[in-house]
């Protein structure tokens, strides 16, 4: 398939085709059992790492990422100023083929100094570097965003949007190399919770999906190329993480089902996403 100089290959092609065609038509099997493993265990930060940009791995500046009352709060009362201090808490181990969810909720102030963008901003790194390779001054993983967004309480602003810290993807059949893309999704004003998915299809597809509905999807994430190259090295795994950005922030849920014993059989594939998909999630206020 070739448009506007983009080569997408055979195999990434047919198995986007063929699990299209599977999730149109197959009722899901019944006896595939999914389950969700918690990545926050609700107690502490346990199998977590921290990079906070200008400190050392596992330096947590100002007690950034803390559990209080069974949720991973992000927080800056110990900050006298942001001073750029962009942070990540990283799951402990990458992953291929998964949907991942989380529930959050923003609270109250922006930290003195944030930037203006950063106001109501968090996000979910997919497909991440590894926390030990970042350097010290670094501000974002290498990765591919799921950006998390509030409302400021008159204005459009959706949420579980793409943002491409030296990254790229592809949608509908482009290279898209804008930094971000808007999802489809309404805004949510307050400190309301809310939950975002993300089903991570290896290098093939990314959906996104906001309290169970599907917002945005495209293909092929990728790193930024290297010279005159359209297409950058397809990113095929990667570390997950949550996002410091200045304003307070709350995680009470992240979870996952891991996808990757399917990887290979798009027929089984097709069945658990389509049981999965089949509910709608939305979180209790």
Known sequence: MIKRGL????????????????????RPDPKLKVKWEQLFN???LTDWTVKIRKHQLNENFGNTFRVVDHKIQVSYDQYEKFDDQFGHLFYKKPFSYY???????????QVKGGPGWAFRNSGIMIHGQDPKTMKVDQDFPISI???????NGKDKRPTANVCTPSTQYVLNNSVVKSHCLDSKSETFH?????????LVLGDSLVVHYV??????????PQLDPVGSAEEGALLKSGTISLQSESHPVEFRKVEIVNLEKYA???????????????EKRIPKQ
């Open 99 to 109: 949907l991942i969810g989380v529930e959050y909720r923003f609270t109250g102030n």
């Open 190 to 198: 307050g400190d309301q919770w809310v939950r975002v998915e993300a």
């Open 42 to 44: 609700g107690k502490d």
């Open 211 to 220: 309290n169970g509905e599907e917002v945005l999807r495209y293909q092929r």
């Open 7 to 26: 080569i997408l290959s055979t195999p990434s092609v047919l198995f986007l085709i063929s699990l299209s065609i599977l999730l149109a038509f197959k």
């Open 264 to 278: 290979h059989d798009p027929q089984k594939l097709a069945d658990v996403i389509k049981q999965l998909t089949a």
């Open 145 to 151: 965003e799921v950006q998390l967004l509030g409302g």
